[in-house]
């Protein structure tokens, strides 16, 4: 198939260029490298495939940081669905307007969201999926049809048998709503991938690509920095620090905390020798 700047084709030529055992995501004490990246989000993309997912439908996620909800971002992407980030910090009013608003077919979720989920779903009548992240809580999944993760990539197959993708297709950050209600903000992914990832030019002499493959020079070419994504995922600079990251073939550690504890990020730059960081200020 022919490669553009789809960012799962970009992605795909990463996996497909460094070494299969390298740290792609590291998040507490959960690691995952680069080819098991690859292999979770084709499972979970035709788990998804499954449940009756097209081209152009609009996942959301809806958890704390974890490598899972990059793992649910690469597989929206694969199928050319569109991962939608949900704040978990809103209250019921801005849950019931994102999920009226949003247009979502499935959504992927902590586990402890799930009382939340049970408020405001009669507003998103179209979502037919719900998959849990596990976490520390008791929520009774059956109380909104929802499965769990590891169930749901279990037995699918790992492999890469996608239909051709568009560098046109769509990204959708919804903004913070500090003004107002949250707006979604449609990027296609080439705009994405120059607007806001400096179209892979960040850690090499040669700036950005000017074809896709020259994400593979990139990739092979760059220092092996570690880098950590700070801020809360569902925060568009956090993961866009992230997938700059990735697409340079680096290791991404996620920060697994709650809330910004100091103590405990500095703990992790020591323990994971981080010698790269973004934050959201």
Same mark, same amino acid.
């Given at each position: 198939?022919?490669?553009?700047?789809?960012?799962?084709?970009?992605?795909?030529?990463?996996?497909?260029?460094?070494?299969?055992?390298?740290?792609?995501?590291?998040?507490?004490?959960? /690691?995952?490298?680069? #080819?098991?990246?690859?292999?979770?989000?084709?499972?979970?993309?035709?788990?998804?495939?499954?449940?009756?997912? /097209?081209?152009?439908?609009?996942?959301?996620?809806?958890?704390?940081?974890?490598?899972?909800?990059?793992?649910?971002?690469?597989?929206?992407?694969?199928?050319?669905?569109?991962?939608?980030?949900?704040?978990?910090?809103?209250?019921?009013?801005?849950?019931?307007?994102?999920?009226?608003?949003?247009?979502?077919?499935a959504v992927v979720h902590g586990r402890e969201f799930v009382p939340a989920i049970a408020e405001v779903r009669e507003a998103a009548p179209k979502v037919h999926t719900y998959i849990a992240i596990d976490d520390d809580? #008791?929520?009774?999944?059956?109380?909104?049809?929802?499965?769990?993760?590891?169930?749901?990539?279990?037995? #699918?197959?790992?492999?890469?048998?996608?239909? #051709?993708?568009?560098?046109?297709?769509?990204?959708?950050?919804?903004?913070?709503?500090?003004?107002?209600?949250?707006?979604?903000?449609?990027? @296609?992914?080439?705009?994405?991938?120059?607007?806001?990832?400096?179209?892979?030019?960040?850690?090499?002499?040669?700036?950005?690509?000017?074809? @896709?493959?020259?994400?593979?020079?990139?990739?092979?070419?760059?220092?092996?920095?570690?880098?950590?994504?700070?801020?809360?995922?569902?925060?568009?600079?956090?993961?866009?620090?992230?997938?700059?990251?990735?697409?340079?073939?680096?290791?991404?550690?996620?920060?697994?905390?709650?809330?910004?504890?100091?103590?405990?990020?500095?703990?992790?730059?020591?323990?994971?020798?981080?010698?790269?960081?973004?934050?959201?200020?």
């Open positions: 198939m022919t490669k553009t700047f789809n960012l799962a084709d970009l992605f795909e030529m990463v996996v497909d260029n460094v070494p299969a055992d390298r740290e792609a995501l590291i998040c507490g004490t959960e /690691k995952v490298t680069f #080819q098991q990246l690859e292999n979770r989000a084709n499972q979970l993309a035709h788990y998804f495939q499954s449940r009756g997912v /097209k081209a152009g439908e609009h996942i959301g996620l809806y958890m704390y940081n974890c490598n899972e909800y990059l793992e649910a971002m690469w597989a929206c992407f694969k199928i050319r669905a569109v991962p939608v980030n949900v704040n978990y910090r809103y209250v019921k009013d801005e849950l019931l307007y994102l999920f009226d608003n949003a247009d979502m077919v809580s #008791q929520a009774n999944l059956d109380e909104i049809g929802s499965v769990a993760y590891s169930e749901a990539i279990n037995g #699918q197959t790992t492999l890469r048998d996608f239909d #051709q993708r568009s560098e046109d297709d769509l990204f959708i950050l919804y903004t913070g709503g500090t003004t107002g209600m949250p707006k979604g903000v449609m990027w @296609p992914h080439i705009a994405l991938f120059y607007a806001a990832m400096n179209g892979g030019g960040h850690f090499h002499a040669d700036g950005p690509c000017k074809e @896709p493959e020259d994400i593979i020079v990139r990739a092979k070419e760059n220092f092996q920095i570690r880098s950590m994504a700070l801020a809360p995922l569902m925060h568009g600079a956090c993961w866009w620090s992230a997938c700059i990251s990735t697409l340079a073939g680096h290791t991404v550690i996620l920060n697994p905390g709650r809330s910004l504890n100091a103590e405990q990020v500095w703990g992790i730059v020591e323990k994971e020798k981080v010698n790269s960081m973004s934050f959201v200020g």
